[in-house]
């Protein structure tokens, strides 16, 4: 291989390489731009499928990726947002909304004006240096857009200029006749090359630079495409490996889809080009690749919207349902759904989803210290045992919590998701402390019951007031970090001043308890430790009230 060759393959993937990351990088400003509008767009669904196709398509229309977008939805079916009916609509719209990449692409066939080597670099320029010296967060992202605009279009060039030399070369001209002549090998063609880049708008753009230097027939172009559509499954099928049985019906379904539309215009276009072998063997351009690539998306929908049920049915036959096991406790499977790695495709949709389960794993330490405080009154040993098992549920939550909350940490994120995920991370570990204080007042329970110890009346009477003080603490604190409601932050903050106070002015009664020998020395070390568990306990739901009134 000489030098002018070796370089001219390092051009082409120096061109593909920006073309790819460029994508990203747009997706990823874009994304970051939309925010919470897209977990409103999400929000929008309800059981009218119409509406799912219309979300789907402007959701990949943002992220550019349909593959993402299918992804997200086999998470969001897996984690239990969403049902299959609402999915459906959503994969059909994402079919649509890919087609937009197409179009950019194509956008140096339009005019002068349009080449990317008239403007690409201005965005580039003016991105960076929005990016360098802006300080608005949202000044920043319009930069990182821009400069994901300009490097796609760079890239594009880069192919395009490595290429343009070898247009006139037989092999190009053979290898698009081979497949031009065999349909179904131009469709595996399509689908392999698609399913190894993980993109079908990255895979179009491929096959759009080839054409823009007059080196793809209608026939190749046709089929390659089809077969594009087909290898976009394959990453949603990767994704739902080991997932709950309805993300896999979700993945089938985004392939069922595909298929079906593929076969009909498969079979359409092989009866177009037997009637017209002109037509099948003359160039094709890339705005002419993006106008079927449009129509085969939005027909194909257009067909198959009416059928979508039957498509729900038919995921059913494909993948059967079978008796789950209850191997693992019914919070833990339920988080194990819920914290799926797929949402992370969009991190405004992790973090609301992880901020449930936050909400949840307080809602458990909640339960679990009303069974200690009432194990320590009641001296009972089956709450005692409950608690045992509770807490290590709670430390299990604790340990998928943080490793998700980590993953979101890495992610693409704008100041205020920034400093909700950090505020997740404390209130998970306050939480966590809280069930390790429920834990303590159950092993004090214990040594109430081994030693036989009972309380007085009025020692009882205090304990359980502030074992219903410092319940209404956590309660409050769980509200408010639910709802992010300022009176809730408001009600932890009054319950953790009577603690407080209950805390001294009980502490003081019992010790001058002991004083007068009214109670024996073993009864107030459990009373005594008890009451301060409960005042770190309100302590803990104070610092969770404190992160969501920071977050306001």
């Known amino acids: 291989m000489t030098v002018e060759a070796i370089g001219v393959l390092f051009q082409?993937?120096?061109?593909?390489?920006?073309?790819?990351?460029?994508?990203?990088?747009?997706?990823?400003?874009?994304?970051?731009?939309?925010?919470?509008?897209?977990?409103?767009?999400?929000?929008?669904?309800?059981?009218?499928?119409?509406?799912?196709?219309?979300?789907?398509?402007?959701?990949?229309?943002?992220?550019?990726?349909?593959?993402?977008?299918?992804?997200?939805?086999?998470?969001?079916?897996?984690?239990?947002?969403?049902?299959?009916?609402?999915?459906?609509?959503?994969?059909?719209?994402?079919?649509?909304?890919?087609?937009v990449t197409s179009w950019i692409v194509s956008m140096s066939e339009w005019g002068e004006m349009m080449k990317p080597e008239f403007f690409a670099p201005v965005l580039v320029g003016i991105g960076a240096g929005v990016t360098m010296f802006a300080k608005d967060s949202k000044k920043k992202q319009i930069g990182e857009i821009l400069i994901g605009f300009g490097l796609l279009f760079i890239g594009l060039d880069f192919m395009s200029s490595s290429i343009k030399p070898y247009r006139d070369a037989p092999i190009f001209a053979q290898a698009f006749s081979v497949l031009g002549r065999n349909p179904i090998l131009g469709i595996l063609t399509g689908a392999v090359v698609t399913a190894i880049i993980q993109s079908s708008s990255a895979s179009v753009g491929i096959l759009q630079t080839l054409a823009l230097n007059g080196m793809v027939n209608w026939q190749s172009a046709i089929f390659i495409t089809l077969g594009q559509n087909i290898g976009t499954c394959v990453t949603a099928l990767l994704s739902s490996i080991g997932a709950h049985k309805t993300a896999k019906r979700a993945a089938a379904i985004h392939l069922m889809f595909n298929c079906i539309g593929a076969v009909i215009f498969g079979v359409l276009m092989f009866v177009v080009f037997l009637a017209r072998p002109e037509l099948a063997s003359s160039t094709i351009n890339s705005v002419e690749i993006s106008v079927f690539h449009t129509v085969f998306n939005v027909t194909n929908t257009i067909i198959l919207f009416p059928f979508a049920s039957l498509l729900v049915k038919l995921s059913y036959v494909f993948v059967k349902e079978k008796k789950k096991g209850q191997d693992v406790s019914d919070v833990e499977e339920e988080m194990n759904r819920h914290l799926d790695s797929r949402i992370l495709?969009?991190?405004?949709?992790?973090?609301?989803?992880?901020?449930?389960?936050?909400?949840?794993?307080?809602?458990t330490a909640l339960m679990n210290l009303k069974i200690a405080g009432e194990a320590l009154l009641e001296g009972s040993q089956f709450e005692?045992?409950?608690?045992?098992?509770?807490?290590?549920?709670?430390?299990?939550?604790?340990?998928?919590?943080?490793?998700?909350?980590?993953?979101?940490?890495?992610?693409?994120?704008?100041e205020d998701q920034h400093l909700l995920v950090k505020n997740l991370f404390y209130t998970v570990s306050d939480i966590e402390r809280i069930g390790d204080h429920s834990q303590n007042l159950a092993e004090l329970a214990?040594?109430?019951?081994?030693?036989?110890?009972?309380?007085?009346?009025?020692?009882?009477?205090?304990?359980?007031?502030?074992?219903?003080?410092?319940?209404?603490?956590?309660?409050?604190?769980?509200?408010?970090?639910?709802?992010?409601?300022?009176?809730?932050?408001r009600q932890v903050v009054q319950s953790e001043e009577e603690v407080d106070n209950l805390e001294e002015d009980l502490r003081e009664r019992h010790i001058e308890r002991l004083s007068n020998n009214l109670c024996k020395a073993e009864n107030g070390v459990i009373f005594l430790d008890a009451i301060g568990n409960l005042e770190r306990v309100s302590d803990h739901a104070l610092n969770i009230a404190g992160y969501v009134r920071d977050e306001m």
Do not use: C, W
């Open 446 to 489: 214990e040594n109430r019951i081994n030693g036989q110890i009972t309380f007085s009346q009025e020692a009882h009477d205090e304990l359980q007031e502030i074992i219903q003080t410092a319940i209404a603490s956590v309660e409050h604190a769980i509200k408010a970090r639910e709802l992010h409601d300022m009176v809730e932050v």
């Open 12 to 99: 082409f993937i120096g061109g593909l390489g920006m073309f790819l990351y460029g994508m990203n990088a747009m997706a990823d400003g874009l994304q970051k731009s939309a925010g919470s509008r897209m977990q409103q767009l999400l929000g929008v669904l309800t059981s009218n499928k119409l509406l799912g196709v219309l979300v789907g398509a402007g959701i990949t229309a943002i992220i550019q990726s349909s593959s993402a977008t299918t992804v997200m939805v086999v998470g969001f079916v897996n984690a239990g947002i969403i049902n299959l009916t609402q999915a459906v609509g959503i994969i059909m719209g994402a079919n649509i909304g890919t087609t």
């Open 345 to 363: 495709e969009t991190p405004s949709f992790a973090i609301e989803h992880v901020e449930n389960e936050v909400v949840r794993m307080g809602q």
């Open 384 to 414: 005692t045992d409950e608690v045992m098992k509770n807490e290590k549920i709670i430390d299990h939550m604790q340990e998928m919590l943080t490793d998700y909350l980590v993953k979101i940490n890495n992610l693409s994120l704008n």
